[in-house]
């Protein structure tokens, strides 16, 4: 296949506790919230009109590129700091040149790339082919063990080499019909980048640089004078966190934010919200290296167990669909025959019941590990969850975690000896193909996988070389049948996100906004100044 399209600019409270018990009930109320708190004096950087100020949820883990998978560091890093050579479009799927102007198939396994001319990083040094080269070989190949890696390559190596300074040819291990959209997920460096340890401040040719990081404060931008593509409207960006959704709601009340990421579906109705469906799934992970979870009856009855239209109504103020497997719509693999398991607490009990008569310790205590910030009301979601397990016999605590902490449990090596883990996760597949999921999240070995089987294995395996309708229909199989043989997963819920946005600015969000926010998408509104 051969690309050469031309680049294209892209468009630019916490509820009562008495909530859960009615929840568990099976009636869905609304709430009303309690006041917002103030922010913080002092924090709130530039009212300038050319300052764009953006509020988080949490400090992110890292600013290192070959870690910008991770929704944290990705929707500050990604496209606004470092590019990839290919990008996707979020809304057709198709891929789109970016430091790449063009690519074709030159064999069964290899790739040639074309390198887009006058590109300059933010040091000043010239892009070329072997930068593009030394980005791919350090983030892949090297002993970094870089989340890009793992998400997207898996243990499989590339042979890269930079013909010159406008061509860059890539071989992988076995054939790969998708390795230019893999591609699109490793971000470019400067080949004097550190290749033995990873970065705190990257060097990339985006749009903006990073001027500085203060550290539990503030992450500032300055607009990139040299960059490559049209100047982004804001001169200066500022990144600052809150874990409460109330105080990032009020930021925006305030004048104090222009734009507020996940906030409560409370605050819906407001004309300072827009909601957006962002490809992201939660679910819970079941740790099958433990008992109970190590017993088929004992995941399927917690499968069982989950009201899902219960927590989306009163918990996701209704902005989001019941789930039945871990890629959403739109994903080559999603299967529209795959439905979410209904509630069915006399099944699930049945099965705790079997499953203790044959002597597995369903009495055993599992403890549900979710990430505070993962979106709004995951405490509340968390606690749900905690009720509708124990209600079918199960012993469970709850243990809210920051982001480090929360990745211990969710990447490999997992930890030991920390007893049966239920893991709350939200899984985004931006990329639009269900082998990163599948590669990560159902391989027995997958980086996010605690278990799995030799069949399933096998079937990932032979799904991924395949192309066209016979891909989507092998995956959209495998993911039904881990639905019934493997269980590892209880999917709750297809999201939403709802974005606070000033009405001093105008921004469309798209499915992609949740891991990436590209700050050159974001104008200010008709007659303001920037």
Known sequence: MKSSVSPTQRAAPRRPRKLMATLLAGTVLTSSGCAVANSAAGDTGRADGRTLRVVLTQEPPTLEPCEA??????????????????????????????????????????????????????????????????SIDRAVNSDLACNV??????????????????????????????????LSFVEIVPRTTDAEAKVRIPIGTGPYAVRSWQAGAAISLNRFGDYWGESPPFARARYVWRSDASVRAAMIDKGEAEIAVA?????????????????????????????????????????????????????????AEPAGQLVPPGVVGHSDTIEPTRQDIDKACNLIEEASADGVPTDRQITLVARNGMFAGVS???????????????????????????????????????????????????????????????LSDGPQSTFGTEALDRRINES???????RQKAFAGLLADQNESVVQYTHIAHMSGLLGLSETIRYRPDSATGDELRLAEVGPAEGAKN
């Open 149 to 182: 890696e793992g998400y997207v390559f898996g243990n499989d190596d590339l042979e890269v080499e930079a013909a010159d300074d406008h061509r860059l040819t890539v071989t992988t291990e076995e054939p790969d019909p998708i390795l230019p959209l893999r």
């Open 263 to 319: 906030l409560d579906p409370m605050e819906a109705e407001k004309a300072t919200t827009v909601a957006y469906p962002n490809n992201e799934t939660t679910a819970l992970r079941l740790d099958g290296r433990e008992a109970p979870l190590d017993d088929l009856r004992v995941r399927r009855a917690i499968d069982l167990a989950v009201d899902r239209q219960g927590i989306i109504d009163a918990l996701l103020g209704g902005l």
């Open 380 to 442: 509340e979601t968390a606690e749900a969850l905690q009720y509708q397990m124990e209600r079918i016999g199960l012993r469970v605590r709850v243990r809210m975690a920051d982001t480090a902490t929360q990745l211990q449990y969710q990447l490999r090596p997992l930890p030991k000896n920390v007893g049966p883990i239920a893991l709350l996760i939200m899984h985004g597949n931006q990329a639009g193909d269900a082998a990163f999921t599948t590669s990560q999240y159902l």
């Open 464 to 470: 991924a070389v395949l192309s066209g309708e016979e």
């Open 69 to 134: 998978s991770l929704t944290g560091t990705g929707v500050v890093v990604r496209s606004n700091i470092t590019e990839p050579l290919v990008e996707r479009d979020p809304a057709s799927g198709e891929l789109n040149p970016l430091l790449s102007t063009g690519w074709e198939q030159t064999g069964p396994r290899t790739w040639s790339f074309d390198i887009r001319p006058g590109v300059t990083f933010q040091n000043g040094a010239p892009f070329t082919a072997e930068d593009a080269a030394f």
